[in-house]
Nanobody, 125 residues
Framework: QVQLVESGGGLAQPGGSLRLSCAASGKIFSIYSMGWYRQAPGKQRQLVARIQTGGNTDYADSMKDRFTISGDTAAKMVYLQMNNLRPEDTAVYYC???????????????????WGQGTQVTVSW
């Protein structure tokens, strides 16, 4: 019903930059927030940043000075600009969305959370 497709991951050197993109599609009625999480090997998935309808943003403390989230929930797009990358930023980055879908047969709204398939970011020499 809902697809989140990420792009933009890859290999960067320490101090370098990458930009991630995520596009949402499907039977979306409205979006409450879109954002990015990451999961490094052997660690729990953690919030990187999210943007809510209306433009409010949240960041993990360790990333707020280097990463910038942008996008437009109405356009169903979210981006993550990552600057001054560090080796510890190496992880799989997942796009996340909190949204309503509409069943047009029954006119029923359903709120749920959706995840993209993940995109690998590797920071290394």
């Amino acid at each position: 019903q809902v697809q989140l497709v990420e792009s933009g991951g890859g290999l960067a050197q320490p101090g370098g930059s990458l930009r991630l993109s995520c596009a949402a599609s499907g039977k979306i009625f409205s979006i409450y927030s879109m954002g990015w999480y990451r999961q490094a090997p052997g660690k729990q998935r953690q919030l990187v940043a999210r943007i809510q309808t209306g433009g409010n943003t949240d960041y993990a403390d360790s990333m707020k000075d280097r990463f910038t989230i942008s996008g437009d929930t109405a356009a169903k797009m979210v981006y993550l600009q990552m600057n001054n990358l560090r080796p510890e930023d190496t992880a799989v980055y997942y796009c996340h969305a909190d949204l309503d879908t509409m069943d047009w047969n029954t006119y029923t709204l359903a709120r749920d959370e959706y995840w993209g398939q993940g995109t690998q970011v590797t920071v290394s020499w």
